[in-house]
């Protein structure tokens, strides 16, 4: 079974509103604290995934799949692409090839 999954969750101790978006690098305002959230559910492996970084004017892609030489390993791939609507319809090809 795999480890049971641990995140603090966006909230604060003891008001309740922390005013600030749940997401990137986030600490509860001064007098407040974090409260952690731990479930028993086992936690979820994902066997493809890929992240963007999209700018005005390029986007980096990075998508990590199952190798397919070698079994239980992954291989990753970093590429670039213009935020045009060709280079789009090609990072859309290549994501669907990819699986």
Avoid: N
């Avoid at 966006?10 to 690098?25: H, K, L, Q, T």
């Amino acid at each position: 079974m795999l480890p049971l999954s641990t995140r603090l969750a966006p909230r604060c101790v003891p008001d309740g509103s922390c005013g600030r978006p749940a997401f990137g690098i986030w600490s509860p305002p001064e007098g407040t604290s974090a409260v952690e959230e731990v479930t028993w559910e086992p936690a979820e492996l994902v066997e493809r995934v890929a992240a963007l970084d999209i700018g005005k004017a390029m986007l980096v892609a990075c998508v990590r799949v199952p190798h397919d030489a070698k079994p239980g390993r992954r291989r990753q791939e970093v590429r670039s692409f213009a935020t045009t609507t060709r280079s789009l319809l090609e990072l859309a090809d290549w994501l669907y090839g990819l699986g």
